[in-house]
C-alpha cells in the first residue's frame, strides 16, 4: 500500500499530504508527551545530575594555586625540585608580586588553607608572611629570597617550595590520592604516613557494617513480613501500622533514644541485670562502637527491609504451598523449596533499599558510633562543613558511587536485577 494514487498522492482533510500530515502529528504527539515530563526531567536535572557532576569536577579541579600565585608557577617550572637547592631569585620575586596582589584580593588566606591539606603549617605560614610581605614593594626591595627567609625561615626549606610547585597544575589527582591514605610528591603517588592512614579503613568498616545491618534487617525483616502476609487483612493492615510508625518519628529523635538505651546505665543494660544475666559491674558496652551503630541503624532501617517483602509475599499464593505438601513435602521443604525461591525478588529489593541507604548514613554512626563506629559518610560531611576541604569530600563521595554502583553490577550479573520486584 502506497500514499499515492493515479491522481497524486493521497492529501488529508486540510489538502496536505497524507505521509507530511501523519509526521506533523506524529511531532506534536512527542512534543506534548515531552511537555508533560519535561518537569520531571528538570527537577533530576537540577538535583541529581547537576550535583554529580558538579561533584566529579571538584574532585580534580585545583585552580587556586595557578590563579593566586601565576608568576610563582611559571617560574618553579625551571627549577629542579629534586635538586635539594633553593629556587633562584626570579622565583622568589615572581613570588612576591603575586602575593601582594593576592593580599589586595584577601586570596593569599584561602591559598594557604589549600597547601595546608597537604603539608601541616602552610596556612599559617601565609597568614603570618601576609602581613609582612604586603609592606614589601615589588619595585624597590628586591632582593628578596632573603628578606623571605627574614620573614619566616620555611620560606628557605626546599619542601615549602616542592609542595607549591607540585600542587600547581589546574588538574590533580591528589584528592583521589589523599582518599586512598596517599598523597602526590614530585617523585610521584606515595603512601601517607601511618598515623594519617584512616580512610581506606573507614571504607572498608563502611562497606562491612553495611552488609551486616542489611544481613540483620533480613533475619529480622523476613519473619515479620511473612507474618503479615498470611495474617487477615484487617489484622495485617493494624500492625501494618506498628512497621510504619518509625517513619513518622524524627531519625534525630530515634537515634538519641538508642543513645539512652544502649548506655552502661541505660534502660537495656538495668534489664538485664535486673534479669540476672549480666553482673552489675560488667555491664555491656554498647554505645560509642560498632555495636552501637549496627544496632541503632538496623532498627532505623528495618521498615524498608519489611515493606519489599511484605509486598512480594502478598503476591505468593497459599495453593502452592498447598499443592506441595499434597504431594508429600514437610512444611520446612515446601517452605524452603517453593515459598522462600518465589520471596527472593522481595529480599534483593529490599537488599538494595538498605544497603544504599546504610551506605550513605552519617547522623546515626556520628550520636551512637563514636570512633570505631563512624561510617566513611561522617569524614565526608566533616570535610564539607568543618575543614572545608571540598575537594577530598567530593574524592570520597565519587569512590563512594563508583563502589555502589560496582555493586550494583555485581548483584545484577549474580542475581538478576530484573528478579528484584517491589510486589
Known amino acids: 500500500m502506497t500514499d499515492t494514487t493515479s491522481d497524486g498522492p493521497m492529501l488529508a482533510a486540510d489538502g496536505t499530504p497524507l505521509k507530511k500530515s501523519l509526521a506533523r502529528a506524529l511531532r506534536l504527539q512527542k512534543m506534548r508527551a515531552l511537555m508533560l515530563i519535561a518537569p520531571l526531567l528538570i527537577f533530576v536535572l537540577v538535583s541529581f545530575i547537576i550535583p554529580i557532576v558538579s561533584m566529579l569536577m571538584r574532585s580534580v579541579e585545583n585552580d587556586i594555586v595557578v590563579e593566586t600565585l601565576p608568576l610563582t608557577v611559571a617560574e618553579l617550572q625551571s627549577w629542579d625540585a629534586d635538586s635539594g637547592e633553593l629556587p633562584d631569585e626570579p622565583v622568589y620575586a615572581a613570588f612576591v608580586g603575586d602575593m601582594v596582589v593576592a593580599i589586595d584580593a584577601k586570596r593569599h588566606t584561602r591559598l594557604g588553607t589549600r597547601l595546608n591539606y597537604e603539608q601541616t603549617g602552610m596556612s599559617s605560614l601565609f597568614r603570618k608572611s601576609g602581613r609582612k610581605i604586603k609592606r614589601m614593594d615589588p619595585a624597590a626591595d628586591a632582593p628578596f629570597k632573603d628578606k623571605l627567609i627574614d620573614v619566616d625561615k620555611k620560606w628557605g626549606d626546599v619542601e615549602t617550595w616542592r609542595v607549591i610547585k607540585t600542587h600547581s597544575p589546574r588538574v590533580t589527582n591528589g584528592y583521589f590520592l589523599n582518599a586512598v591514605d596517599m598523597r602526590r610528591t614530585p617523585e610521584g603517588a606515595q603512601s601517607q604516613p601511618e598515623d594519617k592512614r584512616i580512610l581506606v579503613k573507614l571504607f572498608v568498616r563502611t562497606l562491612i557494617m553495611s552488609l551486616i545491618i542489611t544481613g540483620s534487617c533480613i533475619l529480622l525483616g523476613y519473619p515479620v513480613a511473612w507474618i503479615l502476609a498470611n495474617l487477615p487483612m484487617r489484622t495485617a493492615n493494624i ?80 495453593t502452592y504451598l498447598r499443592a506441595a505438601k499434597s504431594m508429600g513435602a514437610t512444611n520446612w521443604t515446601a517452605f524452603w523449596r517453593v515459598y522462600f525461591p518465589l520471596s527472593i525478588p522481595g529480599i534483593g529489593a529490599g537488599s538494595i533499599l538498605v544497603f544504599i541507604l546504610a551506605i550513605g548514613y552519617y547522623i546515626t554512626p556520628e550520636i551512637v558510633g563514636g570512633t570505631k563506629g563512624v561510617f566513611i559518610s561522617n569524614r565526608i560531611a566533616y570535610h564539607i562543613s568543618s575543614s572545608l576541604n571540598w575537594g577530598l569530600a567530593a574524592a570520597l563521595g565519587t569512590i563512594l558511587l563508583v563502589v555502589v554502583l560496582i555493586l550494583y553490577w555485581a548483584y545484577d550479573k549474580i542475581v538478576g536485577i530484573d528478579n528484584v520486584k517491589l510486589g
Open 239 to 318: 500492625l501494618m501500622i506498628l512497621v510504619l510508625l518509625p517513619f513518622w518519628t524524627s531519625l534525630l529523635v530515634r537515634t538519641s533514644a538508642w543513645k539512652v538505651m544502649l548506655q552502661q546505665q541505660g534502660v537495656i543494660n538495668e534489664f538485664l541485670v535486673w534479669l540476672g544475666m549480666v553482673a552489675d559491674d560488667s555491664r555491656l558496652v554498647m554505645i560509642n562502637n560498632q555495636t552501637g551503630t549496627i544496632i541503632a541503624m538496623t532498627h532505623i532501617l528495618l521498615p524498608f527491609m519489611i515493606l519489599p517483602m511484605y509486598s512480594v509475599m502478598q503476591t505468593i499464593q497459599p
